[in-house]
């Protein structure tokens, strides 16, 4: 009865290959944001960027990155995206495939691939729901163009169905970023 219970538990404790996978995504995943973080926060000690757990996602909070109800970019934080967009641009090459790609072990020891990099727009609560949809996209675009302005091969970075990993997402009301 020992020896089958030995047995038992030699079997749960062999780790199942997907999950092995799956678990070096997630690891790498948040070495890739916190290594992007840990950049930004070096260039600008500043900005209040943080690691978002739940949704692996890099926020930038406080206020200034738009004026109330402008979905430009004010001219002192254009720095902090071109900046992010540079260092994004040295990042990306070791997780994604095309012509600037260094895909290999030495850089990406369990070959993760980034799938998508989402820029988010978003508004705070004031005004009608319409308003706040269109300044979220426009605020995502603005965002999206400093970004390829600053470091134009981000557009070259793709993922497996070869596709920009770089895009957009609006959400207005929807997810607003402050009340």
Known sequence: EIADLRARIEELEI???LEAYLASVALTRHQVLTRLRDAIRQDFPELQVELSEESDALRFQGEGLFGSGSPNLTRSKR???AKLAQRMDE???CYT???HSDFSTACNRD????EAVQIEGHTDTV???RLNRNLSAARANSTFFAMTDAAPRLMRHQNLKDQPVLSVAAYGPDRPGAS
């Open 91 to 93: 990042v990306l090459p």
């Open 127 to 129: 005004g009608p729901d």
């Open 15 to 17: 780790q199942d290959p």
């Open 79 to 81: 720095d902090i995206v």
């Open 111 to 114: 070959f993760v691939m980034i």
């Open 97 to 99: 495939i095309g012509e």
